[in-house]
């Protein structure tokens, strides 16, 4: 089906028709026949891109399915998620990186891309089949442990040197498990002291973050730090870009949450596991930290770490309650709440053409012009909406953003020319 | 009255009117019928999802005393371990037309959580590392009786300050009571961020045990959590002991009349000598006792009183 979409502000800038031909090509003239969206008022971005969600299936699909993740993730505007490997079974080979990719496909609503394990079952011990999950049809590039660290120094050494054969990147969970013990569940400050909660300190990220990225540069390879969360971090990573730069043999990126970027520490006061996320909430401090750097680029991208749970996954004592909180449906409109006079040119940059390109998404990320494929969300940059929980395509509820609202809304999400998502409502 | 979860949850007034009742309490322990018929037809659920001896027995005690119908639920093993959800289980007892629940949670935050799902009244009997406010409302109600009043009274607390409940729920406690209150351990037993806290709380924080007991009214000695030791706190129980032990030589410092406090069970030879435990101004059975007459009084006031 060809489409035409008239009057949209290409990034927030000149205002222009694109059109986009039955192969799913932007294309430099108006096909015949086409469909017509008319975009008056409404901003052009590049498809999003997710470094970082949780799909949930295998093994957990009463909390979430590729499916309704995808569905999720169109409404968010979104046209490529990486699929995180803690599913059960583990995507720690190539037949089930290729299962997830399969069912994404079938979805058909965005490009799932399957984050490969790095070492086996997430057990941080021996490396798991990197070539393969690569070489498979899925086409893993991105590797990560995420919910576990990839703890010991020499597994990490030897899985960043591994991926170099084919470029791929290990995306790591900064956490120190001896600094942020096993029941650590809260910012470790003044209010875990006052609420008894056990502390997971700033200092159990940033120990990781510098040990990797001078392991990264001893291998020459490319590291990623997932969920950024403290000013520290964000310290360790000017510097170590700085470093990367100038040698120009290795690289390491980072993404920052959106809700790290808007929420503080102070909401757990009242024990709500809705609020209750791995890295946690931190400190105001740490926010604007975040926020500077997602700005002047030390922090590549925003990733949502869309984590579903099912609501008695979350109905616990907050110590024992599930981490996580959902994310693709909001992440838009939290990015434009938190940091307002971020240009649209940048907001394109974090959350699509940066995780593109660390992920090695050729397709995705583009500039909206003739020759790339049709992966366009058009936004209305003015809208407040309020967000309801229950109007959610995720099977699962935990929402933090409920009845908050938010600026800028997704109206139209378009996947490789397909309308996945019109007038705000799944096409 | 609706629930009891925490200490900042109480007046002065509201401390001061348990207190009140709770005397009255106390006198019934030396009746011979030790019966009142406040709670007839109710009926209180002691849930524990962890072990406790004392506290258990005190509030079921305290129930049946105020002749409620008393059940206790081990709950050891926690929900979550069973794949339950804590709400979830919290909901089927209550739906059996409970009208208290007495909750004992090792995770911090429990009691409030619970209070929120279900009706029944809600008393926290010890929430993780959070509060234990009944252990602090008969702290300062067995101090109170022996000091007369606690305002101005330098009170000393000694211990494991990261891991207690009690100091949580005690400083509030005190403090509201216009106590002075330092509170004492090793820095790695030190609360996260206490030195924040503990400005805007009203109470005083020091390493060094000696520079403050030669000022103290009432020494109140925590235990120290063996089974949360794991973490290398500190280099060993002797360095510990000469620390921040209330050592027989630490006992002869201090005046005669200052009561000393330990909410039990005691680590004898660690944090409080055998002397300094069964010394004269020792009110650990005090405290027992004391901590019956103010279940009694928490029960009462939450169950008792109109629209309960």
Known sequence: MSLVITGASLLGEKTADLYVDDTGLLVDSAPAGAETIDADGLVALPGLVDLHTHLREPGREDAETVLSGSRAAALGGYTAVLAMAN????????????????LGREAG????????????????????????????????????????????????RRALEYVKAFGGVVSQHSQDPTLAGPTACCHEGELSGRLGLPGWPGIAEEVVVARDVMLARHTGSRVHVAHVSTAGSVEVLRWAKAQAERDGTWSVTAEVTPHHLLLTTDLLAGYDPTFKVNPPLRPQEDVEALRAALADGTIDAVATDHAPHARHDKEHAFVDAAFGMLGLETALGVVRTALPGLSWADVARVM???PARIARLADQGRPLEPGSP?????????????????????LSRNNPWHGRTLTSHVVHTVFGGRVTVRDGALA | MKHLLSVDDLSTDEVE???????????????????LPALRGRTVVNMFFEDSTRTRSSFEIAGKWLSADVINISAKGSSASKGESLRDTVLTVCAMGVDGLVIRHPASGAALQVSQWVDAGVVNAGDGTHEHPTQALLDAYTLQRRLGSLRDRHVVVVGDLTHSRVFRS?????????????????????????????????????????????EADAVMMLRVQRERMSGGFFPSAREYTVGYGLTRDRLSRLRPDVPICHPGPMNRGLE??????????????????????????????LLAGEGA
């Not at chain 2, 709380?201 to 030669?214: I, K, M, N, Q, R």
């Not at chain 2, 055998?274 to 006031?301: E, K």
């Open chain 1, 87 to 102: 599913t059960t079974p583990v995507t720690d080979t190539a037949e089930a990186a290729t299962r997830v990719w399969e």
């Open chain 2, 170 to 214: 005690n400083v509030q406690c005190l403090t509201k009571l216009g106590a002075r209150v330092t509170v004492v351990a090793p820095p790695t037993l030190m609360p996260s961020g206490v030195g924040t806290w503990s400005a805007a709380a009203g109470f005083e924080t020091s390493y060094d045990l000696d520079a403050v007991l030669p």
């Open chain 1, 374 to 394: 049709a992966h366009v969300v058009l936004v209305d940059p003015d809208a407040a909406v309020t967000v309801d929980r229950d109007a959610s395509a995720s």
């Open chain 2, 17 to 35: 009117a348990l207190f009140a009742t709770a005397a009255d309490m106390h006198d019934v322990q030396s009746r011979e019928v030790k019966k």
């Open chain 2, 272 to 301: 409080i000598a055998a002397d300094a435990a069964d010394a004269a101004q020792s009110v650990v059975l005090q405290q027992v006792s004391s901590g019956l007459a103010i279940r009694m009084a928490v029960l009462y006031h």
């Open chain 1, 352 to 354: 699509s053409v940066a």
């Open chain 1, 109 to 156: 609503l965005v490009h799932v891309q399957p984050v490969g394990a790095v070492t086996r079952g997430l057990a941080g011990e021996e490396l798991a089949e990197l070539g393969l999950m690569h070489r498979s049809r899925a086409g893993v590039t991105v590797f990560s442990d995420d919910g576990k660290c990839v703890h010991d120094a020499r597994v990490m």
